[in-house]
T-cell receptor, first 114, second 113 residues
């Protein structure tokens, strides 16, 4: 099976712009989660989608949003970009919901905000 | 609230020596615990997980971890380090009460020749 794919892999934006990141989960996986990874804050949970519904959300401002499509693919959007949004954004998929589920991570999208 | 503390942001061991990466957690309910590894320019990969079955958990690449409730620890070990083990390692905790997964800050493992 193909792994989790994320596009684009690298992105440069300027402050105030918006950005959309895409994640394709492993075939058959229904849960998709997003994380932000920075040197200072480490890995932080953004949100989880299951069956096209947001099931869980981390402590991020409303500028961060996402959605999941019927084929389980997911997009994440950040509006009004700030310098502090520069980070590696990781997507992970799992077959089902549940805290015991193993998450399979994609390689990430590295976003640089200038 | 749950939390995870990884002692040591950088750990160096000689090739062939014991690897010990420390993880302590805080959870008011029975936790589920994970160790993930991240190689440069890659996403995270699960090494092993504890889900309330056996307290000694064996994972991939020769790693194992022991859940010690009395010490609230879940340290990761490997008897003999290999150069290919150089990576960043993350401990994580979640539970049925709060299914948001919390990651530790990570420990970067350096292997000395």
């Amino acid at each position: 099976k193909a792994g989790v794919t994320q596009t684009p892999r690298y992105l440069i934006k300027t402050r105030g712009q918006q950005v959309t990141l895409s994640c394709s989960p492993i075939s058959g996986h229904r849960s998709v989660s997003w994380y932000q990874q920075t040197p200072g804050q480490g890995l932080q949970f953004l949100f989880e989608y299951f069956s096209e519904t947001q099931r869980n959300k981390g402590n991020f401002p409303g500028r961060f949003s996402g959605r999941q499509f019927s084929n389980s693919r997911s997009e994440m959007n950040v509006s009004t970009l700030e310098l502090g949004d520069s980070a590696l954004y990781l997507c992970a998929s799992s077959p089902d919901r549940g805290v015991q589920e193993t998450q399979y991570f994609g390689p990430g999208t590295r976003l640089l905000v200038l | 609230a749950q939390s995870v503390t990884q002692l040591g942001s950088h750990v160096s061991v000689s090739e062939g020596a014991l690897v010990l990466l420390r993880c302590n957690y805080s959870s008011s309910v029975p936790p589920y615990l994970f160790w993930y590894v991240q190689y440069p320019n890659q996403g995270l990969q699960l090494l092993l997980k504890y889900t309330s079955a056996a307290t000694l958990v064996k994972g991939i690449n020769g790693f194992e971890a022991e859940f010690k409730k009395s010490e609230t620890s879940f340290h990761l070990t490997k008897p003999s380090a290999h150069m290919s083990d150089a990576a960043e390692y993350f401990c994580a905790v979640t539970s049925n009460r709060d299914d948001k997964i919390i990651f530790g800050k990570g420990t970067r493992l350096h292997i000395l020749p």
